[in-house]
């Protein structure tokens, strides 16, 4: 069966960057008919979603987020990566990755055990 | 930007029902799906496109979608089904998340 997993630091300072991949293990990322997204869950807070891709690069982000975040594929390793730029307190969280189905309407059907990231000098 | 609101809360005795409001403007007009985190745990996706249960779902979970409230409904509740419930639809391209349903069942 198709899994997902979670992977990079768990601590970033503020003003740098943080780097999460989801490695996609049982399934092809190549698969047509799939996105995938990156979710994020602040402690205490609700969720939010942060972007999804689809496996030709085409790209889709939270108008919030957009313009410090950058999701990126790489086929051959079946890996799907979050780039978050400029991080505060406030992009502590802990990130999911999920398969996003659907035509034109979309569910996050699968998701990742999630990892927390603290963002902290 | 679009909103959806949910109770920050529901209680619910063991056996009976439970629903889970999610309201939002004309969400009616949109398709709503519904998600289970538990801590340490992979979110669950329990409703999507408004009713349809995925597969492995037990059939007590329903959902219902009309005007501006969608409704996810538990059936003879049982212990396992406390956690937090999220509602979440589509605006713009852009996947929006209630705040989030914490429900008891006690």
């Known amino acids: 069966q198709v899994q997902l997993q979670e992977s990079g630091p768990g601590l970033v300072k503020p003003s740098e960057t943080l780097s999460l991949t989801c490695t996609v293990s049982?399934?092809?990322?190549?698969?047509?008919?799939?996105?995938w997204s990156w979710i994020r869950q602040p402690p205490g807070k609700g969720l939010e979603w942060i972007g999804y891709i689809f496996y030709s690069g085409i790209t889709n982000y939270n108008p919030s987020l957009k313009s410090r975040v950058t999701i990126s594929v790489d086929t051959s390793k079946n890996q799907f990566s979050l780039n978050l730029r400029s991080v505060t307190a406030a992009d502590t969280a802990v990130y999911f990755c999920?398969?996003?189905?659907?035509?034109?309407?979309?569910?996050?059907?699968?998701w990742g055990q999630g990892t927390l990231v603290t963002v902290s000098s | 930007s679009y909103e959806l609101t949910q109770p920050p809360s529901v209680s619910v005795s063991p056996g009976q029902t439970a629903s889970i409001t999610c309201s939002g403007d004309k969400l009616g007009n949109k398709y709503v799906s519904w998600y289970q985190p538990k801590p340490g745990q992979s979110p669950v996706l329990v409703i999507y496109q408004n009713s349809k249960r995925p597969s492995g779902i037990p059939e007590r979970f329903s959902g219902s979608n009309s005007g501006h409230t969608a409704t996810l409904t538990i059936s003879g509740t049982q212990a396992m089904d406390e956690a937090d419930y999220y509602c979440q639809a589509w605006d713009s391209s852009t996947a929006v998340f209630g705040g989030g349903t914490k429900l008891t069942v006690l």
């Open positions: 049982g399934g092809s990322v190549s698969s047509g008919g799939f996105y």
């Open positions: 999920a398969r996003t189905v659907g035509t034109s309407v979309y569910e996050f059907d699968l």
